[in-house]
């Protein structure tokens, strides 16, 4: 996600239509997510999710210059999402072998490991959210695994803003500060407790809520530290007054994989 406040204010087109491309990427996810009970809402959900693992990988193709083999390593990674389609195996240990396999691929043909870590930061999250939904009670726990990340963002910025005081990590993100982190963890306690509250939401998540708002953040300075060795202010430019689909998704990419394995070892 882009950095919470930015030094150039932005002017009230730039805003309005950060909105509405804001409001509609939500929109878009959360029906699909909805009908996603039914044949076809099962794989409209599927496409957007490779829609999304692909884009986090060609925009980190570029943001590593790999880009020789970029169309190659999209390729690779194609084979295990669409293992993970319904109309195959489905997200299985079988796709999560074939992100690996893929990624090893890459890395010996590519001869460098960065390409081949994209694989993995691509489709590990595309594997998780897709496995997230097909478990009982998926819709509410995919709602709230993608909550969380989007509450910790909005609650970081305001709080940012609004309080400013030391930086979290300059070197990084000189915008993001430790006051953005606590009122983003404050914020996605509170939404996830009124989850609890409405839809039952496990009290175990409501507390697992806090560290996953602060993973969520270190997963947004990740981003924020390879846009700066690449020298990027955005991952891509996807998304008019957003930028790329990384600097969307980077707090649910590293989210998205504990909470299904802690669904995963949880159910058992």
Same mark, same amino acid.
């Given at each position: ?12 087109? =730039? ?29 409209? +959900? ?12 060609? =925009?980190?193709? =570029? ?8 169309? #190659? ?5 194609? %084979?295990?999402?669409?293992? /993970? ?8 240990? #079988? ?9 090893? +691929? ?25 496995? #997230?939904? *097909? ?57 996830? +407790?009124?989850?609890?509250?409405? +839809? ?5 998540? %409501? ?7 602060? #993973? ?6 990740? =981003?924020?530290? /390879? ?16 930028? *790329? ?24």
């Amino acid at each position: 996600m882009n950095d919470p406040a930015s030094p150039a204010k932005k002017t009230p087109n =730039e805003l309005v239509t950060r909105i509405i491309v804001g409001v509609a990427l939500v929109a878009v996810t959360i029906g699909t997510l909805v009908v996603g009970d039914h044949w076809i809402g099962r794989h409209a +959900f599927w496409l957007l999710i490779v829609l999304m693992s692909l884009g986090i990988l060609s =925009e980190w193709a =570029e943001l590593t210059e790999r880009l020789e083999n970029k169309r #190659l390593a999209l390729y690779a990674l194609s %084979v295990p999402l669409a293992i /993970m389609s319904y109309m195959a195996a489905g997200p299985s240990f #079988l796709a999560l072998g074939l992100i690996f396999g893929a990624a090893m +691929f890459i890395a010996v043909f590519d001869r460098s490991a960065k390409l081949a870590f994209g694989i993995i930061y691509a489709g590990l999250p595309a594997l998780s959210i897709l496995y #997230l939904r *097909g478990i009982d009670n998926g819709l509410l726990i995919v709602f709230w695994t993608l909550a969380l990340v989007w509450a910790t963002d909005i609650g970081a910025y305001f709080s940012g803003r609004a309080i400013g005081g030391p930086k979290l990590a300059p070197t990084y993100s000189p915008n993001k500060t430790w006051a953005g982190l606590i009122g983003g963890v404050i914020i996605t306690v509170l939404f996830s +407790f009124a989850l609890h509250v409405y +839809f039952q939401l496990p009290i175990q998540l %409501v507390l697992l809520s806090i560290p996953l708002a602060v #993973l969520a953040q270190m997963g947004d300075l990740f =981003e924020s530290q /390879m846009k700066r060795r690449a020298g990027a202010k955005d991952s891509g430019t996807i998304f008019p007054g957003h930028g *790329g689909v990384m600097d969307r998704l980077d707090g649910l990419i590293p989210v998205a994989p504990v909470v299904a394995v802690i669904m995963l070892f949880g159910s058992q």
